[in-house]
């Protein structure tokens, strides 16, 4: 089956800075790759996705890349904000059957 | 759009005892999902309906475990007997697209704890 990881598992970074989270998958046939952001109390909250057909998607301060061959993607934000500490999830589908495996997560902390 | 609700928010139980989370999907999202949250194993997919059918159960953990969906708008996550290790944050999702685990809309959670 389809295994996703995150490395590191903790990131902080000052605020205004950029930060990038690198996620890995294992499934060749894999092609959506969501991210999800998860504040303390609350269910996660997809943010951005991209699907195989795309190298690389923005959507204001935040865009994913994805690297087919390397089997990797990750979730670049830009000009930091406190509002952005979370732990954010990367995903990918399995494939024909389209069931999300999760990575562990990455705890993004912004020092103002 | 109200989101996807759950209830309650926090359950503290004492081991043996039967627990019932509950779920109300966004209306009109033909997918629900079951997700359990824990330190060690991140998030697990547990169960997952398409218009109301369970369609894969392989991650029940056990048959302690047991998920229902009436209707297009409730489903439940039943617990019995529970035990220790059960504890964990429970998430409902919901998608509205045409294949599963798409643009989920997860709820707030159902913090459990067995004593």
């Known amino acids: 089956g389809e295994n996703v990881e995150q490395h590191p598992s903790t990131l902080s970074v000052q605020e205004g800075d950029s930060a990038v989270i690198k996620c890995t998958y294992s499934d060749s046939a894999s092609n959506y790759f969501p991210w999800y952001k998860q504040e303390l109390g609350k269910g996660p909250q997809l943010i951005i996705d991209i699907r195989s057909n795309v190298g690389e998607k923005k959507d204001q301060r935040i865009a994913v890349t994805l690297n087919k061959t390397a089997k990797h993607f990750s979730l670049h934000i830009t000009e930091t904000q406190p509002e952005d500490s979370a732990v954010y999830f990367c995903a990918a589908d399995a494939g024909a059957n389209s069931k999300l495996t999760f990575g562990k997560g990455i705890t993004l902390s912004v020092r103002p | 759009d109200a989101g996807v609700i759950q209830s309650p928010r926090h359950e503290v139980t004492e081991m043996g005892q039967e627990v019932t989370l509950r779920c109300k999907p966004i209306?009109?999202?033909?997918?629900l999902f079951w997700y359990r949250q824990t330190m060690m194993r991140g998030l697990e997919l547990l169960i997952y309906?398409?218009?109301?059918?369970?369609?894969?159960d392989s991650g029940m953990p056990e048959d302690r475990f047991s998920a229902k969906m009436p209707n297009a708008s409730f489903s439940t996550l039943k617990i019995q007997p529970s035990e220790p290790r059960d504890s964990a944050v429970y998430f409902c999702?919901?998608?509205?697209?045409?294949?599963?685990?798409?643009?989920?809309?997860f709820g707030n959670g159902t913090r459990l704890t067995v004593t």
């Open positions: 999702a919901s998608s509205p697209l045409g294949l599963p685990g798409l643009a989920l809309h």
């Open positions: 209306s009109g999202h033909d997918y």
């Open positions: 309906f398409n218009n109301n059918v369970p369609i894969d």
